[in-house]
């Protein structure tokens, strides 16, 4: 089955621990985004890549990396310059100017 | 960053009832897309709009485009507990280089058997 597959589901870190959170698809999308969802807020994107090897900061990037390496995958690190890190982090993917599909989502609790 | 107008922002109602729930926007969007989100999951794309004025139907759900490009609504006739969730709008801004989602804020629906 084509899809969008993110891990782990929950993730619990130490402050100061870069955390690296792994998203994959094989829908075979050039285009592939991160989003971060706070409680009772829209998604807010952080960073998108729309070929391989290249990508863009989005509107909240800071504290954040990503790399992309492979088409199927868009791996993003928090790093420990994020200052309030514990959120929920959603990736997507898409043919680029259409719909976005997305992943099942990683909760990440920095403790 | 750039957020959408969405109302309301929670609904509460009974099985049955129909909904309402509408975006605004200062900005023209080429497309319009409704998501829905079940707690601790990825959103779901409901319907999509391509163009100004039109009117889409996926089961109980309808959905417009408005004509000014500014606005979209969804509508959920029927409803039933399994409707629960949160609703999202979003923009496609794919002016420029770029093809970025914008989301509105969200409505919470909660169904009342």
């Known amino acids: 089955d084509g899809g969008i597959t993110q891990s782990p589901k929950y993730l619990f870190r130490k402050e100061g621990q870069n955390v690296t959170l792994s998203c994959e698809q094989n829908?075979?999308?050039?285009?592939m985004y991160w989003y971060r969802q706070d409680p009772g807020q829209g998604l807010r994107l952080i960073y998108y890549?729309?070929?391989?090897?290249?990508?863009q900061k989005g509107d909240i990037a800071e504290g954040y990396s990503v790399s992309r390496e492979k088409k199927e995958s868009f791996p993003l690190t928090v790093t420990s310059a994020q200052k309030n890190p514990t959120a929920f982090y959603l990736c997507?993917?898409?043919?680029?100017?259409?719909?976005?599909?997305f992943g099942p989502g990683t909760r990440l609790t920095v403790l | 960053g750039q957020q959408l107008n969405q109302s309301p922002q929670s609904m509460f109602i009974q099985e049955g009832e129909d909904v309402s729930m509408n975006c605004t926007s200062s900005?023209?969007?080429?497309?319009w897309l409704w998501y829905k989100q079940d707690p601790g999951e990825g959103p779901v794309l409901l319907i999509a709009?391509?163009?100004?004025?039109e009117l889409t139907s996926n089961g109980r759900l309808t959905a417009q485009f408005g004509i000014t490009r500014k606005d979209s609504f969804l509508n959920i006739s029927a409803s039933i507990p399994s409707d629960v969730g949160i609703y999202f709008c979003?923009?496609?801004?794919?002016?420029?280089?770029?093809?970025?989602?914008?989301f509105g804020t969200g409505t919470l629906l909660a169904v009342q058997p």
């Open positions: 829908l075979n999308h050039d285009a």
């Open positions: 900005s023209i969007f080429n497309t």
């Open positions: 979003a923009g496609l801004d794919n002016g420029g280089a770029t093809n970025k989602l914008i």
């Open positions: 890549s729309q070929i391989v090897n290249d990508f």
């Open positions: 709009l391509y163009k100004a004025g």
């Open positions: 997507a993917s898409s043919v680029p100017g259409l719909t976005l599909f």
